[in-house]
């Protein structure tokens, strides 16, 4: 039960983080708490490539897989509120009340 539900949640967190990733904004963004990525997605190539990078992914705990996802969610909702706040301190009102 405990392994279907770690399986579930790293898929989900892999989903939503490959997702995320695809915006040009985002993958540019600098990072704060998670690693550099050694291959860049926007680099795919053959079959072979995907299969070493499958095996890979097979090796990493899941508790590290889950920490590093987690990290890299931590990076994007940092870089997007930064980015909101940016935007918000250029607003009149907050000019005016700062």
Do not use: I
């Amino acid at each position: 039960m405990m392994q279907v539900l770690q399986t579930k949640s790293l898929h989900l967190l892999e989903t939503l983080v490959s997702t995320l990733e695809q915006y040009e904004e985002l993958q540019k963004r600098p990072r704060y708490f998670a690693k550099e990525q050694k291959y860049p997605e926007a680099a795919e190539g053959s079959d072979n490539d995907n299969n070493l990078d499958a095996q890979e992914n097979d090796a990493v705990k899941p508790s590290e897989k889950f920490k590093e996802l987690s990290l890299e969610l931590l990076d994007m909702g940092l870089y997007t509120s930064q980015k909101g706040l940016k935007k918000l301190q250029e607003t009149r009102p907050y000019e005016v009340t700062d």
